[in-house]
């Protein structure tokens, strides 16, 4: 297994060499010139030169991607004259637009969207596996019928809807919580609570009704397989035949949505993040798309990809772990 | 994103706008006392304030927030509700508003004693002067205006750069170019500028001409970490998240008569979403009722906000700095009749339907606003100016009558610019149709609007008719009508060049009389009408909400934005 | 063969039946049986005569479906229709246990070998992980699994089929029970195969004195293992006799017809006779007798009576009894033209 993890290691970093390249290529392919965003109303052809220079756009797109790569391995320096500035390595680029080191904007947008999307995976993945199984025990049955309405109308809403309903209604409203103002756990606990329970929520309610069509069709199929039947035929209890031997042969289909949906959230939930006012990666990329911020916008896109393609990784690992017949060489 | 960012490059809204200038000074007018202490807080959608740094702050807002806070200028306007006495200038960080020698081409200002950065050093004019030399550094310093460099008389290249290239790289032979255009004499700051100006004193209301101490320039990085002249200094700034004033200790009222600094604290929220602002202050609860936001009331409540009595005392529905027009080119389309033609033609209500009805703004009768203050006057385009009545829906008969009078045929097709968004798609549709009626057909010509300046600009790209918004620097028709309709403004997309009309701008522009300059301006504005120049169609307006705990609001005239120095809370 | 009197599985008018969308599925309808200590009931029909149906109702695995069971199922004196699922559950696995038709179906792909059965001993019996291994793999070696220890650490795609009908033969008999229900056991195997698994059936049934209940649709199979035999149509039981009897006397004209299709060599191959026809749907049951539509024989029976009444359960010798309208005197005729039934 671990040659296997190295060679899939290795391909990562070929993968986002490319992926890096190809961000540098699209940008360059956009008819606005981002010198001419910086510039202004009393804009002249000087300042756009000036602003180009500034911004590094004046250089073939080849040096400009090589001075990139350089950065991350040995930092570069920006400014001019006797206003210079370091950009210590790894260094992702400079963002003219925010004003800030694009590496110091990730590690601090990083750990808001990680909070963000690993307390709602796991709200999700509780919520959804649980009724999931509950509904798909109750086949049939009233209860059955109840959480798959639920789950339908929660799959239904719009994450915006859910997020700006429950900010409306909960805060604005009945006051039941404070406005939503991000400091991280270690600053303030309770705080921080405050803040991403609203959103974890938001985010859940999505992927549970999701997660719960998910896990009961999957109990549904392996709680008619054979094998289910031995386990009865053994005298299990029930809840060890659902739990040790339906839901774990289900699992595989889950955890690869798992993997994937975790790793699309950890990109950044755009929308989410808009209306809590979390300042995370999602927040960070789209803002870099409209001002046509190239550093910003190539540094979370490799984020992002990294993320999709690690979680790809350890799926396929997770795989292995379930099911005994795939093997990994 | 930065609200300010797409008001000011117009993307969404296919204006380029430019801003006003001035920071206020309460006194006078503001008449309203308000109480000390308490937290007044801001909310807006930005994820900061565009720019912090003097030299670089550019947006009507961020620029009355610094100066009624952070940073003093040499020159303020008068903090109050009416327009014209808004319009007025008045001393802040000099001893008064300015004295112009040698024609207008030496301009002097005496510092004021006493006023003190937040360490407590002394605000010197050597501080101003090297903080107007910063805007020469066009390769870190970006975003601000570039009066410094087109006034200042420091020899230009034959490519229009300066030769003074900014104190981060200037060598002892350009330093001393700068050296000698702008001088200090103890406490006497002397400008010496390439051409006569009557209004250079309005001019430094900009805040790209507000002191910066060398020895705390960061460059790129002083945007983040601004030094405080004003009554309050930053005591924390998280980009994405908040900024917070506080008192700076080292401010002397004595000094400053024009900001009375109410609250004890300013907190400026980041990056919440628009509706839940609104919904916020509209239901005032708790710190709400001690917001206010600029980003203005979001379309979906405004009828909410103006049906309801309750919000009667809260609200403000006023005009915000900028005019909406279409420039008619006038090498296009060269026969007065032809663009008196177009004028008549358009269905302006339709249009300001498009754009949001009676919330987006009143039918605009010229491109001087009355926001701007006394050189504002009605024109009667409407109502005499083209030879008859032209109701808002357009008149077609006299548009016909009109191409018919001129003896020629119209130019047609004429090639309508525009910047492509959905709205802007059925503004030009609405062109079509009205001017259909009058016998023109209209080509549209949409334009990514990330790019939409950058052609419609070039002359040899430009249609016939261009859509385009303005807003003024400062509280003067000379940055308006010179830079619209004139060869030497920078935003002629009328291509306008008539020696008689170049003339009279000029004669207007050198005026030292301010109450005869402001006629000038008033004809000049009619004949620009007459002349069919540009089809003007909306005064922008905006509307804001405040918390009922806020007292002193209202919309200052030469920013559109709130009186920031004069505002408190219960 | 162990031989005792003492009934350990009684079935009294056992019913089955399935509410679906389409109706009421009559799976099962009025059976009854014994199943005396360390003997072998056959329980023989085609696919969906109800016999495997029969079996899961007796082991509480039809409960929380839409299963209706009702009648009577005593085993060892205990009561099962009815009874608390609780306590049929504490039966399943320890007295009562089954193994099934595809042993790699049923057998769980993530988990090995060893743990499966170690689970099995666990659900019933305290003991250490250890000592449930070491009977795990006692088990392993009973049913003739070489090199035990490495088996219990594979999974079971690691074997082939027999091994793994092997080891669920292991898994079953493991906490020695009274009854064993072999469910097609080896159908789905290769003939060679099959052979080994029914003798080591046979011989564990000798070594541990395990009653069997064997469903099967192969009457090859039941003449090597059977004590009696119960034939199954659409869902009733239409001929109940010790297995000699089914062979020599068989009374009712579906068994002649399985009889007919068992291949046998030192018989003239003409006389393979397929019976015609389809199995009954079991939601519209015929009014009558349940094979009439099938039955070659019926026009012999007078006033169309097989289409209109269904025969009863009628004792013809002792302990044999067939559901057949034909007099004796017809029934013999047949056998004797058709040369039905082994010649002594």
Not at chain 2, 127 to 154: C, E, H, N, Q, W
Not at chain 3, 102 to 126: C, F, T
Not at chain 3, 279 to 293: D, K, Q
Request: proline residues 6%; charged residues 20%; hydrophobic residues 40%.
């Amino acid at each position: 297994m671990f040659p296997y993890i190295i060679r899939r290691l290795g391909l990562m970093v070929v993968m986002l060499t490319l992926l890096s390249i190809v961000t540098f290529l699209l940008f360059n392919a956009v008819p606005t010139d981002p010198a001419m965003l910086t510039c202004g109303k009393s804009c002249t052809p000087e300042l756009v030169a000036a602003n180009r220079i500034r911004l590094g756009l004046d250089q073939p797109l080849y040096v400009q991607y090589i001075d990139w790569i350089k950065a991350i391995f040995v930092g570069r320096t920006y400014g001019s004259g006797t206003q210079t500035f370091p950009c210590n390595a790894p260094c992702l680029g400079y963002s003219f637009r925010n004003g800030e080191e694009v590496t110091v904007m990730i590690k601090a947008a990083l750990p808001i969207t990680i909070y963000l999307a690993l307390g709602a995976f796991v709200l999700w993945m509780v919520f959804g596996i649980l009724s999931g199984i509950y509904a798909a025990k109750h086949h049939t049955e009233w209860q059955d019928r109840v959480i798959m309405g639920v789950a339908l109308v929660g799959y239904s809403l719009p994450v915006f809807f859910i997020g700006l309903v429950l900010l409306i209604f909960v805060v604005v409203r009945l006051h039941l919580l404070p406005y939503p103002d991000y400091v991280a756990p270690q600053t303030n606990p309770v705080q921080f609570l405050q803040t991403m329970i609203l959103p974890w929520i938001s985010l859940a309610i999505l992927y549970a009704a999701y997660y719960t069509r998910l896990t009961r069709s999957q109990m549904l199929e392996t709680l008619s397989e054979d094998y289910i039947r031995t386990a009865r035929a053994k005298g299990l209890p029930e809840s060890v035949v659902v739990r040790k031997h339906g839901f774990r042969a289900g699992l595989t289909p889950i955890v690869t949505s798992a993997g994937l949906d975790l790793a699309g959230l950890l990109g950044g939930a755009v929308i989410t993040e808009y209306i809590f006012s979390l300042p995370g990666l999602g927040r960070l990329s789209i803002g870099a798309v409209t001002e046509y911020d190239l550093p910003t916008i190539t540094a979370t896109v490799l984020v992002a990809a990294t993320f999709v393609i690690v979680a790809n990784l350890i799926v396929d690992m997770l795989y292995a772990a379930i099911d005994p017949r795939v093997r990994l060489s | 994103m930065k609200k300010s960012t797409s008001i000011r490059f117009g993307v969404g809204a296919a204006t380029v706008a430019m801003l006003l200038t001035a920071c206020g000074s309460s006194s006078g007018d503001g008449s309203t006392t308000g109480t000390k202490g308490g937290t007044l807080y801001i909310l807006t959608q930005g994820e900061q304030i565009l720019h912090l740094d003097p030299q670089r702050n550019y947006t009507g807002e961020d620029l009355a927030f610094a100066s009624g806070y952070l940073n003093r200028t040499l020159t303020q306007y008068t903090l109050s509700k009416d327009n014209a006495t808004a319009s007025k200038l008045v001393a802040d960080l000099a001893t008064d508003t300015g004295t112009a020698s040698d024609g207008g081409k030496t301009w002097a200002f005496t510092i004021r004693d006493g006023v003190k950065w937040e360490d407590g050093k002394p605000v010197t004019c050597d501080d101003v002067k090297y903080g107007v030399s910063r805007t020469f550094a066009s390769d870190i310093i970006t975003d601000g205006p570039s009066y410094a460099i087109s006034m200042l008389d420091i020899p230009k290249g034959a490519d229009g750069s300066s030769s003074y290239p900014g104190p981060y790289k200037a060598d002892a032979a350009a330093q001393a170019l700068y050296d000698a255009a702008v001088t200090c004499e103890g406490s006497k700051l002397t400008f010496h500028l390439a051409s006569p100006s009557s209004d250079f004193n309005y001019t430094v209301t900009l805040s790209a001409f507000a002191p910066v101490r060398k020895d705390a320039d960061t460059g790129e990085k002083y945007d983040d970490h601004v030094l405080s002249n004003g009554p309050y200094k930053i005591q924390s700034y998280v980009k994405k998240s908040k900024l917070v004033l506080v008192r700076n200790d080292q401010w002397d009222p004595a000094t400053d008569s024009l900001r009375p600094a109410y609250p004890d604290t300013i907190e400026y929220d980041f990056s919440l979403p628009a509706d839940v602002i609104t919904q916020r202050i509209m239901a005032d609860a708790g710190n709400d009722s001690n917001a206010i936001s600029p980003d203005g009331i979001v379309p979906t409540q405004l009828a909410a906000v103006f049906s309801d009595p309750k919000f009667e005392k809260r609200r403000l529905n006023d005009l915000d700095p900028y005019v909406r027009y279409y420039a008619i080119n006038t090498k296009k389309v060269p026969n007065v009749k032809h663009r008196q033609a177009i004028l008549a033609a358009a269905n302006r209500e339709e249009l300001r339907k498009i754009a949001g009805g009676i919330y987006a703004g009143d039918f605009a009768d010229g491109v001087v606003k009355p926001n701007i203050g006394v050189d504002y006057a009605p024109t009667g385009l409407w109502d005499t100016l083209l030879g008859d009545k032209v109701p808002v829906t357009g008149n077609p008969e006299l548009a016909k009558k009109l191409i018919a009078d001129s003896g020629e045929p119209f130019p047609n097709p004429l090639v309508v610019d525009y910047a492509k968004t959905p709205t802007n798609d059925k503004a030009i549709s609405s062109l079509v149709a009205s001017l259909a009626l009058a016998g023109i057909t209209v080509k549209p010509n949409p334009l990514e609007p990330g790019g939409y300046y950058g052609v419609v600009l070039d002359p040899a790209k430009q249609g016939g008719m261009s859509a385009g918004g303005w807003a003024p620097d400062w509280s003067n028709a000379s940055t308006v009508l010179p830079e619209l309709f004139t060869p030497s403004g920078g935003f002629n997309m009328s291509q306008y060049d008539d020696a008689a009309f170049n003339a009279e701008v000029a004669a207007a522009k050198a005026m030292t009389d301010r109450g005869e300059q402001a006629k000038a301006w008033q004809a000049l504005s009619v004949k620009s009408m007459q002349a069919a120049l540009a089809l003007p169609t909306r005064f922008g307006k905006e509307q804001r909400l405040q918390g009922s705990n806020v007292s002193g609001a209202y919309t200052w005239g030469p920013y559109g934005s709130y009186p920031y120095a004069t505002l408190s809370v219960k | 063969m162990t031989q005792t009197n003492e009934v350990l599985l009684s079935v009294r008018n056992l019913s089955v039946s399935f509410t679906t969308e389409d109706g009421e599925v009559n799976a099962v309808s009025n059976v009854s049986y014994d199943v005396r200590r360390g003997q072998t009931l056959a329980i023989v029909g085609e696919s969906g005569s109800g016999k495997s149906v029969s079996s899961l109702a007796i082991m509480g695995l039809l409960s929380g479906k839409s299963a209706h069971v009702s009648g009577e199922v005593e085993f060892d004196g205990q009561q099962l229709v009815g009874a608390d699922p609780e306590d049929v559950r504490k039966l399943r696995g320890s007295r009562i246990a089954m193994i099934f038709q595809d042993p790699l179906s049923a057998l769980h792909p993530y988990y090995k070998i060893g743990d499966q059965l170690i689970e099995a001993v666990q659900v019933h019996n305290k003991v250490s992980d250890a000592d449930a291994r070491k009977r795990a793999a006692e088990m392993l070696d009973r049913v003739g699994i070489p090199s035990v220890e490495q088996r219990l650490d594979e999974y079971p795609h690691q074997l082939s089929g027999g091994m793994r009908q092997r080891v669920m033969i292991a898994m079953a008999l493991i906490n020695d029970p009274e009854l064993l229900i072999a469910d097609e056991p080896t159908t789905a195997l290769d003939v060679t195969v099959q052979a080994q698994i029914l003798d080591l059936l046979r011989d564990l049934q000798k070594e541990f004195g395990t009653a069997i209940v064997l469903i099967t649709h192969d009457l090859g199979v039941v003449a090597d293992l059977a004590d009696d035999v119960m034939v199954m149509y659409g869902g009733s039981a239409v001929e109940q006799a010790p297995v000699r009897e089914i062979f020599y006397q068989p009374q009712m004209p579906y068994t002649w017809g399985l009889l007919a299709s068992i291949p046998q060599v030192h018989v003239d191959s003409t006389r393979l006779d397929p019976i015609p026809g389809n199995p009954p749907s079991l939601i519209n049951m015929p009014t009558g007798c349940v094979f009439a539509p099938r039955c070659t024989y019926k026009n012999q029976v007078p006033n169309n009576l097989c289409a209109t009444t269904k025969p009863d359960l009628e004792t013809t010798s002792s302990g044999h009894s067939a559901r057949c309208h034909l007099t004796a005197a017809q029934r013999d005729a047949i056998r004797l033209e058709k040369n039905i039934g082994r010649s002594n």
